[in-house]
């Protein structure tokens, strides 16, 4: 079942950002089995990047990654989109990164190793706190 933007008919898109191609790849494939439309990036600087140009709905990105990390990177992008517009789930395996993500503008957060499913879910939930915001004014 595809996920469609109630204001444009268009699949929602997830941004993911994952230095481990093959954990990239498994949460974008689970991302898309759910109907999104997916883009990835390898790094920091991609995924500043991929936002600004892409405008994804929702961004799962991981904290440890080169070039920029996800905390930067994820300011970055909160900067870019005047702190709102997409919902974001920050994936570590320092549980102790936490705070510093919610402090960066995280919607939420997910250790690894994770429940894809509870992943997936925890997008949607951040997609739609954003959507019920902005519907909000």
């Given at each position: 079942?595809?996920?469609?933007?109630?204001?444009?008919?268009?699949?929602?898109?997830?941004?993911?950002?994952e230095d481990d191609p093959g954990i990239r790849r498994?949460?974008?494939?689970?991302?898309?089995?759910?109907?999104?439309?997916?883009?990835?990036?390898?790094?920091?600087?991609?995924a500043?990047?991929?936002a600004a140009e892409w405008l994804p709905d929702a961004l799962v990105?991981?904290?440890m990654m080169p070039n920029k990390d996800g905390?930067?990177?994820?300011?970055?992008i909160r900067e870019q989109s005047g702190g709102g517009g997409v919902g974001v789930v920050v994936v570590s395996a320092k549980a102790s990164a936490e705070a510093e993500?919610?402090?960066?503008?995280?919607?939420?957060?997910?250790?690894k190793p994770?429940?894809?499913?509870?992943?997936?879910?925890?997008?949607?939930?951040?997609?739609?706190?954003?959507?019920q915001a902005a519907a909000r004014g």
């Open positions: 079942m595809a996920i469609e933007s109630p204001t444009e008919k268009r699949l929602l898109r997830a941004l993911v950002a498994l949460i974008a494939g689970m991302l898309e089995l759910d109907g999104w439309e997916v883009r990835q990036a390898s790094d920091g600087d991609e500043v990047e991929m990105i991981d904290v905390i930067t990177a994820l300011r970055e993500a919610m402090d960066a503008g995280s919607d939420d957060f997910v250790s994770f429940d894809p499913d509870d992943l997936s879910a925890r997008a949607r939930a951040a997609h739609r706190w954003h959507q």
